[in-house]
């Protein structure tokens, strides 16, 4: 597109150029025109590629358009137009450096387990807007099953270990280490009942003057599942029922 | 000796003029932050089918005019660079003045979109998708700005026929604006 200019000079810059700016401007008016009309096309017919190809190569003959005709960079010093090159060929790297991980979700030996829920809840999520077709509440979509047992292990064993006592992966380097609720002295204190325990999974044991490395959960859990998250704590004691 | 100009602005190894060469590189660093900004959101468009609900939201026919806005005041800035060329200082500020009003089109309806979207609960935080939307529009939209503060000065000057080479300045930058809205529109508002 912009070597097909008839002025094409390279040091003509300041010399002035007789580029048609009027003419140029329609031809950008009717790309766009195309470029607006062409994705209804293409989603009428169903044929993807009338979209793609309306919507996205008509953007960069225009900006070539702007580029070299606008901008002047087909008459500028052809230094500059390897320092845009370079620039946009960084930028190509990087892109397509962290594409693999950006669009898999999965690859030889690992998942991306957030972004396929993010998927799954989003496209649930579009399923549940399109049966209603009006102004759905967009309630957060909460896994069916809740049971305090696998939570525990999913989220406490990290550092508590799955059997709590203590023995976690991430809470061996901690300090003070988390509680061991297999240890008869761990409960020897009165003030730790049912309450506290709920208190402390719900705000983080800070909040009870305990270590700020026992994080809050609240934000995770309903009312409800905090108890039985913290009925299930409870069940670790040695003289639990 | 009293008025001597600072070295930067005489001095060229490149034999571009060196605020043309500035801004040259000020759109070079540019590509690089809208190019990395647009690409990433390309990718996550491409990885997340679901986005298309999101995605089907937006308004095409206010992203349409918007690009027109833009496109014609890339016209009016090119027709005051040549203005500024002939030496028709007051003419090269008319028409700066055109653009700067296309500017704050661009803007009043850019307001007007974003408040109906805001308001219809669609906001930076709703999801990935939108916050997208506001962070690529929104950076977009403050170059918009910027350019446009910058232009009023420089139309100023054009006007009592001062430093006309800053007349091509501005607008090399400006049309900079307009094409990452050209690519802006097809991803926000085409595909769907």
Same mark, same amino acid.
């Given at each position: 597109m912009?070597?097909?200019?008839?002025?094409?000079?390279?040091?003509?810059?300041? &010399?002035?150029?007789? +580029?048609?700016y009027?003419?140029?401007?329609?031809i950008l008016l009717i790309l766009f025109?195309?470029?607006?009309v062409g994705p209804e096309v293409g989603e009428a017919t169903g044929l993807r590629w009338i979209t793609l190809i309306t919507a996205f190569g008509i953007a960069v003959v225009k900006a070539r358009l702007v580029v070299n005709n606008f901008m002047h960079l087909a008459w500028e010093k052809r230094i500059m137009k390897w320092v845009l &090159?370079?620039?946009? +060929?960084?930028?190509?790297?990087?892109?397509?450096?962290?594409s693999p991980d950006v669009m898999n979700h999965e690859g030889q030996r690992w998942e991306n387990i957030a972004a396929k829920a993010e998927v799954e809840r989003g496209l649930a999520y579009a399923a549940g807007y399109a049966e209603e077709e009006s102004e759905a509440e967009p309630e957060v979509m909460v896994a069916a099953a809740f049971s305090a047992e696998s939570s525990f292990g999913q989220i406490c064993a990290t550092c508590h270990g799955v059997g709590g006592a203590g023995d976690g992966a991430a809470g061996a380097a901690l300090n003070p280490p988390p509680a061991n609720f297999t240890d008869p002295a761990f409960w020897a204190d009165p003030?730790?009942?049912?309450?506290?325990?709920?208190?402390?999974i719900r705000d983080g044991a800070a909040a009870v003057g305990g270590s700020a490395l026992m994080a809050p959960w609240g934000a995770l859990y309903t009312e409800e599942q905090l108890e039985q998250v913290a009925d299930y704590v409870m069940s670790f004691r040695p003289d639990a029922d | 000796m009293a008025h001597a100009r600072p070295i930067a602005t005489t001095r060229s190894a490149t034999g571009i003029p060196t605020p043309r060469l500035a801004v040259w590189w000020i759109l070079a660093s540019e590509v690089v932050?809208?190019?990395?900004?647009?690409?990433?959101?390309?990718?996550?468009?491409?990885?997340?089918?679901?986005?298309?609900?999101?995605?089907?939201?937006?308004?095409?026919?206010?992203?349409a005019i918007n690009t027109f806005v833009l496109l014609t005041s890339s016209f009016t800035c090119v027709l005051a660079h040549q203005a500024a060329e002939k030496g028709n200082g007051k003419e090269a500020a008319k028409l700066l003045g055109f653009t700067i009003l296309g500017a704050l089109m661009f803007l009043m309806i850019k307001s007007y979109e974003w408040t109906t979207e805001i308001l219809a609960g669609y906001t930076i935080t709703s999801n990935t998708f939108w916050s997208f939307y506001y962070t690529a529009a929104g950076l977009h939209a403050l170059h918009v700005i910027a350019g446009a503060i910058i232009?009023?000065?420089?139309a100023v000057d054009a006007f009592r026929?001062?430093?006309?080479?800053?007349?091509?300045?501005?607008?090399?930058?400006?049309h900079f604006v307009d094409v990452v809205w050209i690519f802006l529109f097809p991803l926000l508002y085409i595909a769907k």
């Open positions: 912009s070597e097909n200019n008839e002025h094409h000079d390279e040091h003509g810059h300041d &010399a002035g150029h007789h +580029v048609n009027f003419k140029i401007y329609v025109l195309i470029s607006v &090159a370079t620039s946009l +060929v960084l930028m190509l790297i990087m892109v397509s450096g962290i003030a730790r009942d049912r309450d506290r325990v709920i208190t402390v | 932050i809208f190019g990395g900004l647009l690409g990433v959101y390309l990718m996550h468009r491409i990885g997340h089918p679901e986005w298309a609900e999101a995605a089907s939201h937006t308004q095409t026919w206010i992203g232009m009023g000065f420089v026929g001062r430093e006309l080479h800053r007349v091509e300045i501005i607008g090399i930058y400006w």
